[in-house]
């Protein structure tokens, strides 16, 4: 069964409201020519207008953190249905600056994918090795401990509304990427762990984006990879050539 290709763009703490509609309305020009699954994951406070120029076209939503919480008093956090309002289909969750700037954790991340998939949205759930634990050898054991721990009781039947992407730490906006085969191979390792987890037919249906400096240049090598489906992407996804750039890749 062939997987879809999905390329998604995380601005990160880029981007004005005015900046990302204009940004939006670059990449939107151009999508409807792309048959691959394409989201874009503006700051909060740009969804609202990027979620105008959004609707009704092939690119989703998405936002790049979530609560987990559904509502009350939990000052500065934003909820799964205040995402839904704006047209919010998609959140990246457990993402490496999450985890090593904001503390948070397997358990943590956990909850909010559960959170996400009872309010129906989709997760792309991020998870990745730093350098010290791929220089140490433990670049499997980390990414398939965060993968079981973040789906703990999560059911097979949900996991079509997840979407894992494999970032190694070290090669996250520092222009070092890893090679399309030392990525292939953790991914082919996440892949056999959903079918431990799970069953082989769900291993096969996961889509697995690779995260880090994926760019025009390298990006058509990397989806080459027989366990490579797609991308999450910060700075390449940040300028509307280089993005649709990276959408031409997947064809
Ligand atoms: P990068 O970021 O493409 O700038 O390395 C990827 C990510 O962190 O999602």
């Known amino acids: 069964m062939a997987r879809i290709k999905y390329i998604a763009g995380n601005w990160k703490m880029n981007k004005l409201s005015g ?20 989201m874009i994951a503006p700051p909060f406070t740009a969804l609202c207008e990027v979620g105008k120029v959004v609707k009704g076209t092939n690119v989703l939503l998405g936002a790049q953190n979530m609560s987990n919480k559904v509502s009350g008093a939990y000052t500065g956090e934003v909820s799964p249905e205040m995402l ?9 969750l457990g993402h490496s600056e999450r985890r090593g700037y904001y ?14 998939l009872e309010q129906g949205l989709d997760v792309i759930l991020c ?3 730093t ?36 970032e190694p730490v070290w090669a996250i906006g520092t222009g070092k990427t890893a090679t399309a085969q030392d990525a292939d191979a ?8 959903l079918a431990s987890l ?3 037919d769900a291993a096969e249906k996961m889509i697995i984006q690779y995260g880090g400096s994926m760019k025009p240049e390298n990006a058509a090598g990397l989806l080459a990879m027989p366990n490579i489906d797609g991308g999450l992407i910060g700075g390449a996804a940040l300028k509307a050539d280089s993005f649709v750039a990276l959408l031409k890749c997947t064809k």
Do not use: P
């Open 131 to 166: 350098l010290a634990q791929r220089e140490a050898g433990k670049a499997a054991d980390v990414v398939t401990s965060q993968v079981q721990n973040g789906l703990k009781d999560i059911s097979e039947c949900a996991l079509e509304h997840i979407t894992i992407a494999y």
């Open 103 to 116: 503390g948070e954790t397997d358990e943590f991340i956990n909850s909010k994918i559960k959170l996400a």
């Open 84 to 92: 839904k309002d704006l047209g919010v289909s998609v959140v990246i």
């Open 186 to 193: 953790i991914h082919k390792v996440i892949r056999e762990k």
């Open 127 to 129: 998870v990745g090795e």
């Open 198 to 200: 799970y069953s082989a």
């Open 19 to 38: 900046e990302a509609v204009a940004l939006a309305q670059g990449i939107v020009k151009e999508a409807g020519n792309f048959d691959c699954k394409i």
